[in-house]
T-cell receptor, first 112, second 115 residues
Framework: GNSVTQMEGPVTLSEEAFLTINCTYT??????LFWYVQYPGEGLQLLLK?????DKGSNKGFEATYRKETTSFHLEKGSVQVSDSAVYFC???????????FGSGTQLTVLP | GAVVSQHPSRVICKSGTSVKIECRSL??????MFWYRQFPKQSLMLMAT?????????EQGVEKDKFLINHASLTLSTLTVTSAHPEDSSFYIC???????????FGPGTRLTVL
């Protein structure tokens, strides 16, 4: 079946540091890949997505590239801010109903 | 952007009672809604896929008689936890797929505590 393996947290960084959160997946076919963010007390929000190999999703300074050869979709940001503190979920979409399969989530804390 | 609401946000009930959680898409129509369960410090686990006007499709291991799902309109799906027990205590999250943009939007979740 499908699965998503995500870098375990928590991750603590200083403001303006470089962020990488690793994500690899196992799936049949050609899934779409997503990063969702969950801020404290809020629901999940779509951060970025990529629908085919070599696509790069980007939003709010975050980027992730769909790498089919390594089955990866690592999240990066060049300079994090305190406001980026949240839980980040990697996910893939597949199946006839296009269900999402989530990774375990990574808690990011950015210190001023 | 599109908004999905859940009600209640938090509920505490006694063991053996039933609890209904509502999921509404506020400004869009959703033919498909999803129900997830999230354990502390763990990922979201898909429980079922809810299609408007038809029976929900449950994931393996999810008891359909315990977790009743009704998707009676294009903007409302409900999850009823029947005869709740302490092990049903969890964070329940719904999402709705917006037809035009084909994007899945998530509700803020409902914290269920069964005493």
């Amino acid at each position: 079946g499908n699965s998503v393996t995500q870098m375990e947290g928590p991750v603590t960084l200083s403001e303006e540091a470089f962020l990488t959160i690793n994500c690899t997946y196992t799936a049949t076919g050609y899934p779409s890949l997503f990063w969702y963010v969950q801020y404290p007390g809020e629901g999940l929000q779509l951060l970025l997505k990529a629908t085919k190999a070599d696509d790069k999703g980007s939003n709010k300074g975050f980027e992730a590239t769909y790498r089919k050869e390594t089955t990866s979709f690592h999240l990066e940001k060049g300079s994090v801010q305190v406001s980026d503190s949240a839980v980040y979920f990697c996910a893939l979409e597949s199946g006839s109903a296009r269900q999402l399969t989530f990774g375990s989530g990574t808690q990011l804390t950015v210190l001023p | 952007g599109a908004v999905v609401s859940q009600h209640p946000s938090r509920v505490i009930c006694k063991s053996g009672t039933s609890v209904k959680i509502e999921c509404r898409s506020l400004d869009f129509q959703a033919t498909t809604m999803f129900w997830y369960r999230q354990f502390p410090k763990q990922s979201l686990m898909l429980m079922a896929t809810s299609n408007e006007g038809s029976k929900a499709t449950y994931e393996q291991g999810v008891e359909k008689d315990k977790f009743l799902i009704n998707h009676a309109s294009l903007t409302l799906s409900t999850l009823t936890v029947t005869s709740a027990h302490p092990e049903d205590s969890s964070f329940y999250i719904c999402s709705a797929r917006e037809t035009v943009t084909d994007t899945q939007y998530f509700g803020p979740g409902t914290r269920l505590t069964v005493l």
